[in-house]
């Protein structure tokens, strides 16, 4: 490059003096190196806020938009190793292959960069085929204070399933697949149903984490990382928790503008708020450890996000909700008749009602939630095993079980399908419990084990004729 005097150059200026032509250095021609990245393992999208970096002649670092792109220009020539990265494939640990590429003065070169396919790490990760509309969920268990991973700990997917067998006949009831964390940490659970969502929880030295939401969308791999306070009473979350974390955030519409009057609520934890007229949102006193939040605004779509929480600190959550699609109800000329007798029932008073109201409102996950509060009747663990059962006529062995109908049919408990309730919380239209010996219930559905009757009415079941 050409150096001139200052005062030679203060001079010319001076006098209005362009420097000579002659002078002038010609810039060499560059090239331009264009693109955009694809996320083949996590979402199946473009990638957003990845890291583009070009190394060789020149070294520069970009972040790509909105959609995926990136643009480097004014590139000398040569030969580049181009890379990129991402917040979250580091902590899955994984790093993208490189790509080399020779450019030529004055040339566009459009390239494409992905991570590899979830199918290929599948492959790499389960042994055998894989089954059809199943995929793998692994990530790293880890302590939420220390971030140490947590060795020997068990993390476990559970989803409802009904079987068809010349013995019991059609039941339903609770699957599940788990897996213990190595001595990194991580896990890996496969076979895991990728068209339907599914539950998540992790549990470690007596310490049960909440029950998380996963959803594969098709997909053949999810990862979530998770965490648990090892420091935290051995309890099952859910019960009054309560702990140092802060979880503050704004909730936003479609076009971006803040919603107020939103409901945020963190689920398995007698926590919620609503958003002030900016769409803020902040709840105090929260346990640490990884959790579901929900968000859900009149004439908006509900919204679930997982989050992570650490004592003594805050959380910000950017949570944007979609528009709700108006669906025009059914005209159903026909009273549904057990949809009377429910609400006779209720109004008399003669058992216990949960309506679909108080479950819109209590947002649990898990439809056994629902029992923690119900008179003669208690949810009762072993590990993470869940069964609802009768708190006033305990047997020999402990509590026993009481009588299950779904909108008018006893469902019968597959032992191999675990103790959960064949049902999820969207499911049901409501709920009628009569604990002991069931006195008071319909003569229909009375029991004389002792052990209570609870009747289940499912959305779908108040849709259908009797």
Known sequence: MLRFPLSSILASLALGAAVPVQAQQASPPTAIVRGYVWDSLLTGAVLPNARVTVSGPAARTLITDGRGRFVFDSLAPGAYTVSFSHPALDQLGYTPPEMSLRVEPGGVYPIFLSTVSGVAVHGALCRGPQAAQTGVVFGRLANVRTGAPIIGGEVRVEWRETRVSTALGVTSGTRAAAATADSAGRYQICGVPNDTPVLLRAQADGVVGPPLELDLAGRSVAFRGLALDLDAPGAIAGDS???????????????????????????????????????????????????????????????????????????????????????????????RAFRNEFEERRSQGRGHFITRE??????????????????????????????????????????????????????????????????????????????????????????????????IWTMRGRLRGQ
């Open 241 to 335: 928790a309560t702990g140092s974390a802060v979880l503050r955030g704004t909730v936003r519409g479609p076009d971006g503008s803040p919603v107020p009057e939103a409901q945020v609520l963190v689920l398995g934890l007698p926590h919620g708020v609503r958003t002030n007229a900016a769409g803020r949102f902040q709840i105090e006193g929260l346990p640490a450890g990884t959790y579901s939040v929900e968000s859900r605004a009149i004439g908006f779509s509900r919204r679930r996000d997982m989050v992570e929480l650490h004592p003594d600190e805050q959380t910000e959550l950017d949570i944007q909700l979609a528009g709700k699609v108006l669906e025009l109800p059914e005209i159903v000329v026909e009273e």
């Open 358 to 455: 108080e479950i819109e409102r209590r947002s649990p996950i898990r439809a056994e939630e629902l029992f923690r509060v119900v008179p003669g009747f208690t949810v009762v663990s072993s590990g993470m095993d869940f069964a609802v059962v009768s708190s006033r006529a305990a047997q020999a062995s402990g509590y026993c079980q009481p009588d299950f109908y779904v909108d008018g049919t006893k469902v019968t408990v597959d032992p191999q399908m675990g103790n959960g309730l064949p049902v999820g919380p969207d499911e049901i239209y409501g709920i009628e419990t009569y604990p002991g010996s069931a006195s008071g219930a319909p003569l229909q559905y009375r029991t004389e084990s002792g052990c209570g009757l609870i009747l």
